[in-house]
C-alpha cells in the first residue's frame, strides 16, 4: 500500500507541472487551470490501482484534464450570451449616479412621489392616487423632495409641479 502511494506521488510530482502548463494554455487563466489540473489529478488518484499499471499514467490524467478544461470553455462561451439576456433591461432615463444618491438619501414617500413624478411622468392626482394620499400631501412631498435634492446637489429649486 505505501508503494502505491509513493507511485503516485512520484507521478504527481512529476507529470503536475506539464499537466498545469497544458491547462493554461487552454484557458489562459493560472487559478482556473491549477483547479482543473488539481481534480484531474484527484480523478488519478481515484483510480490510482488500475491506471498505475498504464504504460503512462500522465497522459491519462493529461488527458482527462484536458477534457475538463474543454468542458469549461464550452460552458463559458454558452454562460456569457445567457448572462447578457438574464441581465434587465437598460433603464431609460435612469439618473446620473450622484443624483441616485440623493434620491436613495430622500424619505420613502418623498422618494416614490419623485419616482412617480419624474421617471413615470405621472401627474400629481394618479401620484396621489397610486401613494394614497391627498394631492396636496404629493405636491408637499414634491416640494420637500426638490429642496433637499438641490441641498444635495448644489442645484436652484424651481417650480414645476402640475
Do not use: C, N
Not at 491506471?51 to 503512462?56: C, F, N, T
Not at 437598460?90 to 412617480?116: D, K, N
Not at 423632495?145 to 438641490?150: D, E, N, T, Y
Request: no cysteine; hydrophobic share 45%; net charge neutral.
Amino acid at each position: 500500500m505505501r508503494s502505491d502511494v509513493d507511485d503516485f506521488d512520484w507521478w504527481y510530482r512529476s507529470a503536475y507541472g506539464r499537466v498545469a502548463r497544458t491547462v493554461f494554455l487552454i484557458l489562459h487563466d493560472r487559478d482556473r487551470s491549477e483547479d482543473i489540473a488539481q481534480d484531474a489529478f484527484f480523478q488519478l488518484l481515484r483510480h490510482w490501482d488500475r491506471i498505475s499499471g498504464y504504460e503512462q499514467p500522465d497522459a491519462w490524467v493529461r488527458r482527462v484534464a484536458i477534457r475538463m478544461a474543454v468542458r469549461l470553455v464550452k460552458r463559458e462561451r454558452g454562460r456569457v450570451p445567457r448572462e447578457r439576456l438574464a441581465q434587465p433591461a437598460t433603464v431609460v432615463g435612469e439618473p446620473h449616479p450622484e443624483v441616485m444618491v440623493a434620491i436613495r438619501s430622500l424619505a420613502p414617500m418623498q422618494r416614490a412621489a419623485v419616482v412617480l413624478y419624474y421617471w413615470d411622468d405621472q401627474p400629481v392626482l394618479e401620484i396621489a392616487r397610486t401613494l394614497a394620499v391627498s394631492e396636496s400631501t404629493v405636491k408637499q412631498h414634491l416640494f420637500r423632495a426638490r429642496s433637499r435634492l438641490a441641498e444635495l446637489l448644489g442645484e436652484e429649486v424651481t417650480e414645476d409641479v402640475r
